[in-house]
């Protein structure tokens, strides 16, 4: 066995738990909700009845990026040792699924426990010779109940130098949609500047510098800073429940990215409901198709569900205990 196939039988059977940066705080959902203008009253809340946008589950547990004791712990601290085996400098995101739990509330505690569960074979693409890994995370409150289980899907590579510079991270898969025979529904265009790119990335806590750094983002072969991958879910997440139901809770949110969203786009999330069920205690459950368009190439297509209220619903779909939200989806997965 190489010393690189050791490293990674190593890593493949570690594991770590980030304890949260502090306690879940108003001002950090409003940053959220602010820098991708989600009006959900649910996020404006006072009191009890805030809850935190459920896409934003790993913003808790990102460390500062400095500490007068030194470099703290990152996020995913095991995807940063890979790339740094490796020797793969760069990772971007392919594609990220999340399953949502319990609500987070004002003053939880989150951890993450996170690890590495495959890492493909070297080759060789246009950006530059590199592997695929993928990293689970899974989010828990200070009652060891679950909050959102993750699964990142990364190209990590090592740039070639006449990539620098070049349009290969805006031209990947534009023609792929997903099919769907189900009902249009309205879309929700968002003009990306700059400065949105920016405020998506710092509510995040995302400071990888291809977010904000035009140089580095040239560097590492990219026409531009990029949208990251929070912020696509962030907007994802306002156009359902602002756009497509008001007030719904998201049980899961994946997607697939296939084009760089950089500053001067104007940015379309369209969809479809592919299908619609009303259960015998009065739920509304939308199974949802989703892309996102920029002129006319897509940048990310995806799927998620919904729990929505209806008049015979006895609750506001956030106040569902955990038993019963787990009947909605695959209980085995949380």
Same mark, same amino acid.
């Given at each position: 066995m ?5 490293e +990674?039988?190593?890593i493949l059977?570690? *594991?770590i738990?980030?304890e949260?940066?502090?306690p879940v ?5 409003a ?5 991708s ?6 996020h404006w809340?006072?009191?009890?009845r805030l ?5 934003m589950?790993g913003?808790w547990t990102?460390?500062p990026?400095w ?5 703290p712990?990152?996020?995913?601290? $095991?995807?940063?040792? $890979? *790339?740094e ?6 990772a971007?995101?392919?594609e990220?699924s999340?399953q949502y739990?319990?609500?987070?509330h004002?003053?939880?505690?989150l951890?993450?426990? &996170?690890?590495i569960?495959d890492?493909?074979p $070297?080759r &060789? @693409? ?12 899974d989010?828990?409150n200070q009652?060891d109940e679950?909050?959102?289980l ?10 070639a130098?006449?990539s620098?510079?070049?349009?290969e991270?805006r031209?990947r898969?534009?023609a792929e949609?997903?099919?769907s025979?189900?009902t249009?529904l309205p879309? %929700?265009s ?8 920016? *405020?998506?990335?710092a509510?995040?806590? /995302?400071?990888?510098?291809f977010h ?6 040239a560097?590492?072969? %990219?026409?531009?800073?990029i +949208? ?6 962030a907007?994802v ?10 007030g719904?809770? $998201? %049980?899961r949110l994946a997607l697939? +990215?296939? @084009?760089s969203?950089?500053?001067?786009? %104007? ?5 479809e409901?592919?299908?619609?069920t ?5 739920w509304?459950?939308l199974?949802?198709v989703?892309?996102e368009?920029?002129?006319?190439n897509t ?7 919904a729990v929505?209220?209806?008049e ?6 956030w106040?569902?205990?955990? /038993? ?8 085995d997965?949380?």
């Open positions: 190489t010393d690189t196939e050791t +990674l039988h190593t059977t570690e *594991k738990t980030q949260g940066r502090g705080d108003a001002p950090s959902i940053l959220w909700c602010s820098a203008e989600d009006t959900n009253p649910r809340a006072n009191g009890d809850v935190a946008p459920p896409s589950a913003t990102q460390s990026p500490t007068p004791s030194g470099p712990i990152r996020s995913m601290e $095991l995807h940063h040792r $890979l *790339k085996r490796l020797g793969l400098p760069i971007v995101v392919r990220v999340h739990g319990v609500p987070v004002l003053g939880d505690r951890t993450a426990t &996170h690890r569960v890492v493909g $070297l &060789h @693409r246009r950006m530059g010779q590199g592997r695929d890994w993928s990293v689970e995370v989010h828990r009652c679950p909050v959102a993750e699964r990142w899907s990364f190209h990590g590579y090592r740039p130098e006449s620098t510079g070049s349009n991270a031209q898969g534009e949609q997903p099919a025979d189900g249009p879309e %929700l968002i003009d990306i500047d700059a400065s949105r790119i920016v *405020k998506l990335a509510a995040s806590g /995302d400071w990888t510098r904000h750094d035009p140089a580095f983002a560097a590492a072969g %990219l026409p531009a800073i +949208l990251n991958t929070p912020g696509h879910m907007l997440s306002r156009w359902i429940t602002d756009n497509v139901a008001p719904a809770r $998201l %049980l697939r +990215l296939r @084009r969203v950089v500053p001067g786009d %104007l940015l379309r999330i369209g969809g409901i592919v299908e619609q009303i259960t015998p205690d009065g509304r459950r199974e949802l989703f892309t368009h920029v002129g006319n940048t990310v297509t995806g799927r998620a569900t929505a209220t209806t015979s619903a006895a609750a506001d779909p106040d569902i205990p955990l /038993d019963r939200w787990q009947t909605f989806g695959d209980a997965n949380l």
